[in-house]
Structures are given as C-alpha cells and as structure tokens.
C-alpha cells in the first residue's frame, strides 16, 4: 500500500506537500502513509484511485469555495 500511494500521489502531480494540503490532516501524512510509517485510511486509497481514473476531478478539490 505505502508504495500504491505514491504512485497514485505521482500520477496526479501531486508533491507530498500538496497532497497533505488537499488531503492530509496534518502536514507530512504522506510522507508517513508512503514510508509504511501510517495506514492511510481506506477512504482516502479509494478517492486517489478515483481520481486516477478521472483526473480532472482534482481541479474541483484546488479550488477554494
């Protein structure tokens, strides 16, 4: 799984940085989630693997409402 989210991370050009800002709770979640050092949640692998399949979907989380 660490190895998945990077990949799914990387696939969207995301910078672990900005992922933690669109999806973490806290900063470095995702360094921790890919080092196998945290479990990322399960509803989190399942948005990044939607979002692998439909990308543009990724514009609607960047923009501030």
Same mark, same amino acid.
């Given at each position: 799984e660490p190895k998945t989210i %990077?990949?799914?991370r990387k696939a969207l050009g995301l910078?672990? @940085?900005k992922a933690d800002e669109?999806? %973490? =709770?806290e900063? %470095? =979640?995702f360094a921790r989630f890919e080092? %196998?050092?945290?479990h990322a949640p399960v509803?989190? !692998?399942k948005l990044l693997r939607l979002l692998g399949? @439909?990308?543009?979907l990724i514009d609607e989380l960047? !923009?501030?409402?």
């Open positions: %990077g990949t799914m910078t672990q @940085h669109l999806f %973490g =709770d900063a %470095g =979640d080092s %196998g050092e945290a509803a989190l !692998v399949r @439909h990308p543009r960047c !923009v501030e409402r």
